[in-house]
């Protein structure tokens, strides 16, 4: 499996390099939409993580390009802590998800079944809001 991460900030992007890197993902991290498109086709990756926040207005545009161009592999959307609207609006332009700033490695490794079970699309691919936590804990009340 082989992630392309899109983020102008190189700690964060680093950062998820290093926690797909810990769940045995070749995972490759650029700073700019240009260099991501060239990425994407030349990488062809199976996930892809873009940053959406103000500053980087070009990341919508990436995500929903990558969604229409490839509708199976799994886009997910990084933002601030205080955007939840902003994940909300990605999945809505076709993202899977959406992960928080400061990322972890145990959230990394959480959705990688789930995407790679989703780019399948097999009888064994998990109901979408299944086991997502941040969604989980709203369905719940919490």
Known sequence: MKALIV?????????????????????????????GEKQLSE??????VVALE???PEGKTLL???????PQRAVYALVG???LEDGVIAMARGARDFLWRPVSAARVAILLPIGSALALGGEHAPNRDAGL?????ARRGG
């Open 7 to 35: 983020d102008p900030e190189p700690e964060s992007r680093d950062a998820l390099r290093r926690a797909f890197d810990a769940a045995g993902v070749s995972a490759r991290g650029v700073a700019t939409a240009t260099e």
């Open 43 to 48: 990488l062809r990756p199976d996930a892809l």
């Open 54 to 56: 103000e500053g980087f």
């Open 64 to 70: 929903e390009q990558a969604v229409a161009s490839d």
């Open 81 to 83: 802590q205080e955007r």
């Open 133 to 137: 936590s941040h969604r989980a804990g």
